[in-house]
């Protein structure tokens, strides 16, 4: 029997299982008759037509699996392959696993779209010798292949379409407010850009674009007493309510590391609309600071505010004779509160918080502050965006001026708001 090849060309036959017992079986016949050392193998192969290794080949593994020669017999080879095979599928569905864990975690099927991605991600990287393949990632996603073909297939949704649209519109309006608005005040700001959309989409899209709002830190105590000195009364006993403005003003003071020295900042704010009326950044903090900041205020409010309170806590800078004389000057009087509490000026302290939280450490000004000029100029803005454009929730969710000028209009004040450039 010959074996028939194209010339110029290799090629290998496939022998069947029948054709190879019926080899062995005719070289045991042939060595029964004429020994072991008489060439059966080959004369056998060549009457056949097949190539005499191949023939001893078939030969010594049917005496293995005959037990006549030690060795791995067919079935223990077959199992062999068996397990390997397995445990190369075992490696790479656990591969597939360990990477979608991050949105398997919530124990729901993720959204066709993310689960169409992370196919389109991974399905070419080799994993134990092999392609990942689309086939092998739906069968442990337990998706069918079907699902992710008319996925490709399909166009963006419409939702797709408007979320591509939104997210830009996200970004660049969280990016204007110093990128500190988390969810519920960047989805204010964006329904007063006029852009229509809900609080939870907003939430969603944030976490599409990886953006989130700024968050508080604990705060440092700036604050020394002098008990030598007589102290104010305390005239606001913690409630920091007013009813218009200029009634009554809080300060405090905070500082800021920077690589030429400390800063101290000093903030003058309206209970009323949360506006900062003063503000001053120093490289110390002695009474002039405090005083320059009253100056602000007195240019921006006006020289005569008869009635006002002006509350601040126990430092030596608020019971120093030239702040109240400062303030006599403008018809105020101060007022400072309780020492060994934390609500004594609540109000001022939170202002401090968040200019640190927002400007000092905020993602807008990533590492450390080089000169206290520096800061001082980046303060500059941040108190205008505060007055102008920040969204307070306390005043429902609009800014300071915007507040005021409501008040002024609703009461027909014939007073000129001055805003703070």
């Known amino acids: 029997m010959s074996v028939m090849n194209n010339p110029g060309r290799a090629s290998q036959r496939r022998y069947s299982p029948e054709e190879k017992a019926a080899a062995v079986r005719m070289v045991r016949a042939l060595r029964k008759e004429l020994g072991t050392k008489n060439g059966t193998v080959k004369r056998v192969a060549d009457q056949l037509g097949y190539g005499p290794e191949s023939v001893r080949t078939w030969v010594r593994q049917a005496d293995i699996d005959d037990g006549h020669l030690p060795g791995v017999s067919t079935d223990e080879a077959r199992r062999l392959l068996e397990l390997e095979q397995e445990n190369r599928e075992l490696r790479r569905a656990n591969e597939i696993l360990k990477r979608a864990a991050f949105f398997l975690r919530g124990g729901t099927r993720p959204p066709t779209q993310e689960i169409v991605a992370f196919i389109d991600l991974n399905r070419d990287d080799i994993v134990a010798g092999r392609r990942l393949g689309v086939e092998s990632i739906c069968r442990v996603l337990q998706v069918a292949p079907s699902t992710y073909y008319a996925a490709k297939k399909r166009g963006p949704s419409a939702r797709a379409i408007r979320d591509a649209e939104l997210i830009p519109q996200l970004f660049e309006l969280w990016e204007a ?170 109000l001022a302290e939170t202002v401090n918080g968040y200019y640190k939280t927002e400007l000092v450490r905020g993602p807008a000004h990533p590492g450390p502050w080089k000169t206290i000029e520096d800061l001082e100029l980046a303060t500059l803005g941040w108190v205008h965006w505060h007055n102008t454009e920040r969204l307070h929730g306390y005043l429902g969710d609009v800014p300071p001026i915007e507040f005021e000028n409501t008040h002024y209009t609703a009461t027909s004040t014939p007073n000129v708001l001055i805003g703070i450039k």
């Open 177 to 346: 407010n110093y990128s500190v608005y988390g969810v519920r005040k960047l989805w204010k700001a964006a329904r007063r850009a006029g852009i229509d959309i809900g609080r939870d989409q907003t939430a969603r899209l944030m976490r599409a674009a990886g953006i989130e709002g700024a968050r508080r830190t604990k705060k440092v105590r700036t604050t020394h007493r002098d008990a030598t000195v007589p102290r104010h009364p305390d005239l606001v006993d913690r409630d920091f309510t007013a009813t218009g403005p200029n009634q009554l003003w809080v300060t405090d003071l905070t500082f800021v590391a920077t690589w030429a020295g400390i800063a101290y900042v000093c903030f003058i704010i309206d209970v009323y609309s949360r506006m900062i009326v003063g503000w001053r950044v120093a490289s110390h903090m002695r009474t002039p600071m405090v005083l320059d900041a009253i100056e602000m205020a007195r240019w921006s409010r006006g020289t005569h505010l008869p009635g006002l309170r002006c509350h601040s806590d126990a430092g030596s800078q608020f019971t120093s004779i030239r702040y109240g004389e400062r303030l006599a000057e403008i018809g105020a009087v101060p007022s400072i509160g309780t020492v060994g509490d934390s609500y004594d000026n609540a």
